[in-house]
């Protein structure tokens, strides 16, 4: 036994080092047009990743402190595979001055010499060049808690890229611990291991994407978590108010608020009221943030970025591909446009199908639909980047269903279209991605099926 643990000491130890050289040639060497060394590294780090929750299944301080050395390693150095960052530090300093982000288009205020906005914007060329010329011709889409996030980082560095960078860094990061400590308790109530968190917490996929590159899924799944650990003790007041400030976050869970439906019936008595009450306040707490800005020009701007990503921007889609593909045999020309509109009320109709026909019971079974629901989304959408699947992956760890961690690692193929060649998407590859989750998906329902059936 102690030569056991002994081994599993000095393993562990190895594999720590290992990853740790891993995650400092990512944050400070590598280029994302370089897809070779980006896919060996993020391949090797899960394979690694794996063998050290396995070996240290019980250990949770132990998981807990490699996951946060691992953020730190991130916590100076600017992000080198996404370029929203710039973005989120523009909108920042319009908020820290009082202005709205969604007024204007940051191209709008570089092409105004006279500056008739009369706004200063400190490192505004840098920023403009940094997010690039299509995020910059666009208004911003970020919801209110989000854009609270980034002003935030203006306050405290109003004259440092980096410096706000560090501090969205380490909002993010408070966020994943949230993530972790609720997601711990939260599965203990559900008679699940704890340590499955560390799915999350550890995935390298999630150390890249949230840390590493700024995305803010975390800041908005902490508030899910945390609703849903709420509502599982049947506090559905606090839950409707923390499920709010998630939507405020991100909009995403907004889409799945019909789900919801059998819960509330079951665990309240027919609770129609309490239902009412809760959709209420989350769409009220929706309302109250948004209030500040609430204009017929920000409904405008807002509306039309946001129809933006159905009807004009393409990236890493699944069946949406398969169907452009059927479009141009059949007419010859792209078909975003109208399939942009059409694949939504595709996504609605699922989404109300899972409210009133599954079971929605329990808390799992909620989160189960949950999930089902946020990857049919994905799977019918124009547009699905890497971080996205963040989302899934979170709400996997709490259901018998693994396929959003293969996913979490699938997804990185979709880096391929900013290779050196040009940003241009590797078709084959996208297929490869969907084939492989798709298929260990179906996998996955026909293992449970025969589990249930034996049973």
Not at 16 to 34: E, G, M
Not at 192 to 203: A, D, E, R, V
Not at 231 to 260: E, M, R
Not at 429 to 447: H, K, N, R, S, T
Request: charged letters at 10%.
């Amino acid at each position: 036994m102690l030569i056991t643990l002994k081994k599993n000491r000095t393993t562990t130890i190895l594999l720590v080092l290992i990853s740790l050289l891993f995650y400092i040639v990512f944050a400070y060497d590598q280029d994302r047009s370089d897809f070779i060394k980006l896919i060996t590294l993020i391949g090797t780090l899960f394979f690694i990743t794996n063998k050290i929750i396995q070996i240290n299944k019980d250990c949770f301080w132990l998981l807990t402190g490699i996951g946060i050395t691992f953020r730190l390693l991130f916590i100076a150095i600017l992000p080198n595979l996404s370029q929203d960052f710039y973005r989120f530090i523009w909108d920042g300093r319009l908020i820290s001055q009082g202005i709205s982000p969604y007024l204007f288009t940051p191209e709008s205020y570089i092409e105004d010499a006279s500056n008739s906005f009369g706004v200063i914007i400190n490192q505004a060329q840098e920023l403009y060049n940094g997010m690039g010329s299509l995020n910059g011709s666009h208004f911003s889409n970020y919801p209110p808690i989000n854009q609270l996030c980034f002003s935030i980082a203006s306050v405290f560095t109003e004259k440092s890229i980096l410096g706000s960078v560090v501090v969205m860094r380490v909002i993010i990061i408070l966020a994943d611990l949230g993530i972790l400590f609720i997601g711990k308790k939260l599965l203990l109530k559900l008679h699940l291991n704890p340590n499955q968190i560390f799915w999350y917490f550890l995935n390298p996929f999630i150390i890249i994407e949230l840390t590493g590159n700024l995305h803010f899924e975390g800041v908005m799944l902490f508030f899910l978590i945390a609703s849903l650990y709420l509502l599982h003790q049947k506090k559905w007041l606090g839950a409707a108010f923390l499920l709010g400030i998630s939507v405020s976050v991100k909009l995403i869970p907004l889409l799945l608020l019909p789900l919801y439906y059998k819960w509330f019936i079951h665990n309240f008595n027919k609770g129609y009221f309490k239902l009412a009450g809760f959709y209420f306040i989350v769409l009220g707490i929706v309302i109250l943030t948004f209030a500040p800005f609430l204009s017929s020009q920000f409904i405008n701007n807002f509306s039309e970025t946001i129809f933006l990503w159905f009807q004009n921007f393409e990236f890493n889609a699944s069946i949406y591909y398969l169907i452009r593909w059927l479009g141009f045999k059949i007419v010859g020309w792209n078909m975003i446009a109208i399939i942009g509109k059409i694949l939504p009320i595709f996504i609605i109709l699922f989404i109300l199908l899972f409210s009133f026909y599954r079971k929605n019971k329990s808390t799992q079974q909620l989160i189960t639909s949950l999930l089902f629901g946020i990857s049919i989304y994905f799977l019918l959408s124009t547009t699905v980047h890497p971080w996205y699947i963040a989302s899934p992956l979170l709400l996997s760890v709490f259901t018998r269903y693994k396929f959003s961690i293969i996913w979490s690692l699938a997804v990185m193929l979709s880096y391929m279209a900013y290779s050196a060649d040009g940003d241009s998407e590797n078709l084959w590859l996208v297929a490869v991605e969907y084939f492989v989750v798709i298929g260990f998906f179906i996998w996955e329902i026909f293992q449970y099926r025969k589990r249930t059936v034996i049973s």
